[in-house]
């Protein structure tokens, strides 16, 4: 068995009461962090939003104000970041958001600086650093776990009651109910002999991708054994909604915005006089001769 698991959920048997599995919480911080997230992810959606409608505009004086509210948003936020004292799982994450909302502070510092001053320059840099803030993004949405399943692990009593079958209880909820909440997908109960010698129960939960046999001594009732097979370290559960809501509504508002802040570099940016592209013709040239048959030159260009 992991020892680094702790007890979560509860198996008994049918007249008895010893616990296999106890509840285990989640880190708290990683919840609140994804929760502040998520939050962030609201507000500057609509910062953004509100961006690409005055650059689509040529507002200049709104997109002043908006690039001014994204940086000054990022700059509280990044200041709140660090208060989450995340689990290591999710320090990557942490990382990459961090980066995400410094190179979004850098680039509406730039953007609101190069509108101001009608700087060419500040506006291409603004852009670079939005263009790195989407893909910090994007690397954040990879490294955020989306298995928001929470996972079983067991510890191993002394003895139950003589049963020839296990039951699964969780307070008042139904054996149904623990299947859906754990995503188990089978349950299984089989005669099995031989281990340890001595005539056994299996009692088997298959996982996607692990499984826990349970072996009962059919004379005394004890439980000659738990094997865990596959199992995955624990990871912080999460609401997959929020993190796609920060996927669709935060990542694509700041493809848009940079794709509109490009578009506003390429207003502001001289249009350059395209040069001519030199026009060849070929020729075919006849000679005639007085008293004879044309003759034809081979073709020639100039």
């Known amino acids: 068995m992991n020892e680094a698991w702790k007890p979560a959920k509860e198996i008994t048997s049918l007249t008895d009461t010893k616990d296999i599995i106890k509840t285990t919480g989640t880190n708290q911080q990683d919840s609140d962090f994804i929760e502040w997230t998520e939050d962030t992810g609201d507000t500057q959606t609509r910062y953004l ?3 690409e409608l005055a650059l689509t505009l040529f507002d200049l004086d709104s997109v002043e104000f908006w690039f001014g509210e994204i940086y000054r948003d990022c700059t509280e936020r990044l200041v709140e970041i660090d208060k989450f004292d995340v689990s290591p799982a999710m320090q990557p994450a942490k990382n990459e958001f961090k980066e995400y909302l410094q190179d979004l502070k850098q680039g509406a510092y730039y953007g609101e600086r190069g509108v101001k001053n009608l700087d060419t320059d500040d ?3 603004g852009t670079t650093y939005f263009e790195n803030a989407t893909e910090h993004l994007e690397n954040f949405k990879k490294l955020t776990p989306e298995d928001t399943e929470e996972i079983p692990t067991f510890l191993l009593v002394d003895n139950v ?3 020839d079958a296990i039951y699964i209880s969780i307070g008042n909820a139904t054996v149904t109910d623990f299947l859906n909440a754990t995503n188990i997908t089978t349950v299984q109960v089989s005669n099995f002999k031989g281990y340890k010698g001595e005539n056994t129960w299996r009692v088997q939960w298959s996982f996607s991708n692990r499984s826990l046999d ?3 001594n059919v004379a005394t009732g004890n439980i000659a054994g738990i094997e865990e097979k596959t199992c995955l370290s624990p990871t912080p559960t999460i609401e997959e909604a ?3 809501e920060i996927k669709e509504n935060v990542v694509g508002a700041v493809e848009e915005a940079v ?3 490009k578009k506003a570099v390429e207003k502001i940016l001289p249009t ?3 040069t001519p592209t030199p026009e060849t013709k070929t020729w075919h040239s006849v000679i005639t001769f007085s008293g004879s048959t044309d003759k034809t030159t081979p073709p020639f260009t100039i």
Do not use: F, H, K, Q
């Open 242 to 244: 929020a993190v796609e």
């Open 272 to 274: 350059p006089t395209p």
């Open 123 to 125: 506006l291409d840099t």
């Open 259 to 261: 794709e509109e802040i």
């Open 49 to 51: 939003n509100s961006l």
């Open 214 to 216: 349970v072996y009962l």
């Open 161 to 163: 009651s003589l049963c």
